[in-house]
């Protein structure tokens, strides 16, 4: 073989590595492209579900709101209402949140707030339904321990000594001070009153009795007072001064018929 065909051969050979290199590129270059397409449509897909599957937990929790009878609505008390939505509401929230968290840590710190929440709410409806109120709360939570009975016997069982305890409060509770109204003088009431506890004779003495019922006249007394010259000893209807006026009026019809 001469060198000019040696020549031709290697020329043809260089060509064809070149086209295969080239074509060996073009491949890697395609999967790449299919590769990171592949991954987009997942993560699209991936963020689609999410998404759907949010908005479906939402959708139910609305509708649960909806069929679901509000507790607060049946309590008495327009405080133990209030108090109770509002831990509803935060209960709510604490329950998305914990949703949206993936921390082992703060989701058993949630948990814990959202038991306290609940253990709350519960006491509201022992209180709101108890004629105790929260003396029956203070007797279930201060027997909680060491009452092994069911929750329905333990709730019971507190308020009886609730309904107890609200008793012996309102029996301790010192009257108010009552003033006795002062009898009509001369009246019935306080000519009874001055003749308390068998005294002989009235304990004011300065009042001129009158005689009750047709009873029995009672002489004066040496602490009696006259209401007409105001002297003691006598009453008016036995005064002096009554005397006088009269002898000075007859004095005066006699001199007048001389």
């Not at 959708?59 to 209030?82: D, H």
Request: hydrophobic share 30%; proline share 5%.
């Amino acid at each position: 073989m001469s060198d000019h065909e040696d020549t031709l051969l290697l020329d043809d050979s260089s060509k064809s590595g070149g086209k295969t290199q080239g074509l060996s590129s073009n491949n890697s270059d395609f999967a790449d492209a299919i590769s990171l397409f592949r991954s987009v449509l997942d993560n699209q897909f991936s963020n689609l579900a999410q998404k759907l599957l949010t908005d479906q937990q939402a959708n139910v929790k609305t509708l649960s709101k909806k069929f679901k009878e509000n507790p607060a609505s049946k309590l008495k008390g327009e405080g133990n209402k209030i108090q109770y939505s509002f831990n509803e509401e935060i209960l709510e929230d604490l329950e998305n949140l914990e949703g949206q968290i993936f921390n082992p840590s703060l989701s058993a710190l949630i948990r814990e707030i959202k038991e306290k929440l609940r253990k709350r709410n519960k006491l509201i409806r022992i209180a709101d339904g108890s004629p105790a109120g929260w003396k029956t709360v203070s007797e279930y939570e201060h027997n909680d321990v060491a009452d092994d009975s069911d929750d329905d016997k333990r709730i019971r069982n507190a308020e009886s000594r609730g309904l107890r305890a609200a008793k012996r409060g309102r029996g301790g509770r010192p009257q108010p001070y009552q003033r006795t109204v002062p009898a009509a003088a001369g009246s019935a009431a306080q000519l009874s009153q001055n003749y308390s506890f068998g005294a002989p004779y009235p304990l004011h003495s300065s009042m001129q009795p009158f005689p009750v019922g047709g009873g029995s006249h009672r002489t004066p007394q040496p602490t009696d007072l006259c209401f007409k010259c105001y002297q003691t000893g006598h009453w008016k209807s036995r005064c002096p001064l009554n005397f006088n006026s009269q002898q000075s009026g007859s004095s005066g019809h006699s001199a007048g018929q001389k």
